[in-house]
């Protein structure tokens, strides 16, 4: 056969293929509002950059039926691309074949583009469409999804993962997105959950829809399993390409610099915190204050806001900034938001993000609700997440640090190498209210006016206590600086901090609480 001809052979079987599950399926599809799979992959990739591999991967499952099935590509696409330059492996189920539902080609094709992102040590993006392990294959299904958690976890703190749900994602099949770094969802099209609404409705009675139950919003706000809500796919794959300009390809890199550039200037930094400390204020704008571009991009928006966590540039490099945000329960820690921080404390150590912290906070939430939740275990983790973590750590004291609160949020006692405080920062073992009702409470008590002697003891405990110098005449904080210094001290914080050397004892691995 002439050469032309085979070209022609090619093109003709490729062109099969990618017509996916027929006009029908892929009608239905466009009417539930998503994309295709590959309309998917060539939305986010850079234009042209799509190199796709086992297009021609067949299924020989044979039994129900499935021996005279074709499936194009088995229902998964799967090659390597780019972003914005940066490499990256990626895969998407196919919703119109099949259900994009996992059998065992299909698995051995996301296992292939996993194994090569592991061994090139580039980004992996998985787009999950799927009715879940293929009913017809049995067993083979459900080694395959074994395959992929185990790649999920060998791969974590290697390389970035990224799950984007575009579609169903029920069953065991949750568990890949939940060993990943970063989980996207969109509004009416994302459903994650273990055992869908029919099993519940039979096993407890209950009536739920899928949407309720494990909806994109139930996810960004209860549950805590996904970063980035979006209302639109097209809007989700900004959201993923912007996150890959501030994370590196792999563990034993930086993230790509980006031209310096100064905070916008309508943020300015000496009015955002107000003197009172019972006044309240958006914290993410004192990070817009001090990053390149007042760019904050935020992770976890909508779920335990009392911890704002993200990332923004200073002079130009990728960092990771956790704040308490007095805008919601007064900026408190509890059991959320110790696992959203110290979740993304570990995801900056193991990618060589340097972190930044911002301190205001009144403690832990007291409550039974609380401590019956675990706050003790979940509080831990903040703990061993930043005592853990080696990567440059700069604290910035803007207003309260008390008690637990104060050690936990990236201390000096926890080997922050750099602590710095406001002038207006209270550094004590609670706020003064509570303080002097406890110290005082005889003189309180047998005062003749025990109001006004209440009042006494309050000022009397603020004035010792709630400001940055007792701290920083014990060396605890580096630096009391002014506001408008805190971005000079930290461009230079990093900039001392680049050859950071730490030597931990050799262990197999550490046991973080749970
Ligand atoms: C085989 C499947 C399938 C599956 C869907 N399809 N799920 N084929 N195995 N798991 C097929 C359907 O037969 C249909 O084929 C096509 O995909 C489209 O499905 P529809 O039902 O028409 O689509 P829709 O109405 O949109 O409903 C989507 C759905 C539903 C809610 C996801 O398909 C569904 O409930 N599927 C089963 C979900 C499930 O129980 N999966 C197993 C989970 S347990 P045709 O040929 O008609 O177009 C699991 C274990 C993993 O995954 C364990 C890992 C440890």
Redesign the pocket.
Known sequence: MPQNKKILELQKKKEGILQG?GEQ?IAKQVAMGKMTARERILTLLDEDSFHEYDLFVEHDARDFGMDTKVLAGDGVIIGTGNIYGSPVAIFAQD?TV??G??GLMHARKITKIMDYALTMRIPLIGINDS??????EGVN??AG??EIFFRNTIASGVIPQISVILG?C????V?SPALTDFVFVVENISKMFIT?PEVIKTVLGEDISMEELGGARVHSEISGNAHFFSTSETECFDQIKKLITFIPWNNKRKALRFEPKLPKPEYRINEIVPENPANPYDVRNVIRALVDDSDFFEVMELFAQNIVIGFGRLNGDTIGFVANQPLYLAGVLDCDSSDKAARFVRFCDAFNIPIVTLEDLPGYLPGADQEHAGVIRHGAKLLYAFSEATVPKINVILRKAYGGGYIAMNSRHLRADFVFAWPGAEIAVMGPEGAANIIFRKEIMEAADPDKMRQQKIKEYKDKFSNPYVAAAKGYIDSVIEPEETRRFLLHAIEVSINKVVNRPDKKHGIPPF
Do not use: N, V
């Open positions: 599950g399926a919703f099949a259900g539902s996992l009715g879940g392990a293929r009913i017809q299904s459900l999804y074994g169903p029920a069953g065991g099949a568990y869908g």
